[in-house]
C-alpha cells in the first residue's frame, strides 16, 4: 500500500513544471490585470489584485527558500505606491531565475516532513499552487480554463500524499473510510485513478487503483483537483458524504 509521500506514477520532470509555473503564472497576471477590482469567490475578501499580491508574495519567498537549507520567513510587500501587480510579476520572474538556475536535487529547507529536504519540492509546488490561484484569478472574471489534465493529476497525487495526510495527522480527523477518485481524461504518465483510506487518529494510506469506496469522486482531473481544494466544479459525488467532506486538502 502506497504511503503518504511515496508514488508510483511516472515522475514529471522539472522541466515540466518550470513551463508551468511560467504559463500559469503569466496567465494568472493577466487575468488579474485585466479586472484587477474584481472579487474572486474562492477567496473571501480578496479582489484579484489581492490574489496576485498574495501570490507574488510566495513567489519571491520561494526564489530565495530554494536556494538555502535555513527555514526562511515570506513578509514581503510591494514598496509604498508600487503597483501590487508589477511587483508580482517581478516575483514571478525572480522565481522562475532561481529554479532554472537550480538543481532539483539541491539541498533546499521546505516544510513538508514527509518530502526531502531538496528544491525539487518547491518545483512541484509552485506550479500546482500557480496552476489553482491561475484558476482563482480567472474566475474572478471569467470562466476559468480547466488547469491542464497532467498537472491536475500530479496535483491531486500532491494532495493524497501530502496535504490530506497533513491535514488530517494535525486535526487527529477521526472520519473513518475509504474512497475512490477517478478522473475520466487520463494523461499519459500519470495516474487517473486513486484510492484512499482513511483511519482514525488522522491516518491516510493511498494507490492507485480501481476498487469500491464508501465515497465516490469522479470528473475531469481539473475538477477533482479544485475540489479537494474547496473550489466549485463539476465533479460527480456519490456515498458516504462524511468521507466526501473529509476529502480536502484544507
Known amino acids: ?55 507574488g508574495r510566495i513567489w519571491f519567498y520561494v526564489s ?8 526562511l520567513e515570506s513578509n514581503g510587500a510591494p514598496a509604498d505606491g508600487e503597483d501590487p501587480l508589477a511587483w508580482a510579476a517581478d516575483g514571478l520572474s525572480a522565481l522562475l531565475l532561481t529554479l532554472t538556475e537550480t538543481e532539483p536535487d539541491a539541498a533546499s529547507w ?21 496552476a489553482v490561484h491561475r484558476w482563482d484569478a480567472e474566475s474572478a472574471s471569467r470562466v476559468a480554463a480547466p488547469i491542464p489534465s497532467w498537472l491536475a493529476a500530479d496535483g491531486v497525487d500532491e494532495v493524497m500524499t501530502m496535504w490530506l495526510p497533513r491535514r488530517r495527522g494535525q486535526s487527529k480527523e477521526d472520519v473513518v473510510g ?30 492507485h487503483a480501481h476498487e469500491k469506496g464508501d465515497a465516490v469522486l469522479r470528473g475531469t482531473a481539473s475538477d477533482i483537483l479544485l475540489r479537494l481544494w474547496q473550489r466549485p466544479s463539476e465533479v460527480e459525488e456519490f456515498g458516504d458524504e462524511t ?8
Open 178 to 207: 475509504t474512497a475512490h477518485l477517478h478522473a475520466h481524461d487520463p494523461s499519459e504518465g500519470q495516474p487517473s485513478e486513486w484510492f484512499v483510506e482513511l483511519g482514525p487518529q488522522g491516518e491516510v494510506s493511498s494507490r
Open 243 to 250: 468521507v466526501r467532506g473529509a476529502l480536502r486538502a484544507e
Open 64 to 71: 530565495q527558500q530554494a536556494l538555502t537549507t535555513e527555514a
Open 1 to 55: 500500500m502506497r504511503r503518504s509521500g511515496q508514488t508510483d506514477a511516472m515522475a514529471v520532470t522539472h522541466h515540466a513544471y518550470l513551463q508551468a509555473i511560467r504559463t500559469e503564472g503569466e496567465a494568472l497576471l493577466e487575468a488579474a490585470g485585466a479586472a484587477p477590482d474584481a472579487s474572486v469567490p474562492a477567496c473571501p475578501g480578496w479582489n484579484a489584485r489581492d490574489l496576485a499580491q498574495h501570490i
Open 110 to 130: 521546505n516544510w513538508a516532513r514527509n518530502e526531502p529536504n531538496t528544491a525539487r519540492f518547491w518545483f512541484r509546488r509552485m506550479a500546482q499552487e500557480t
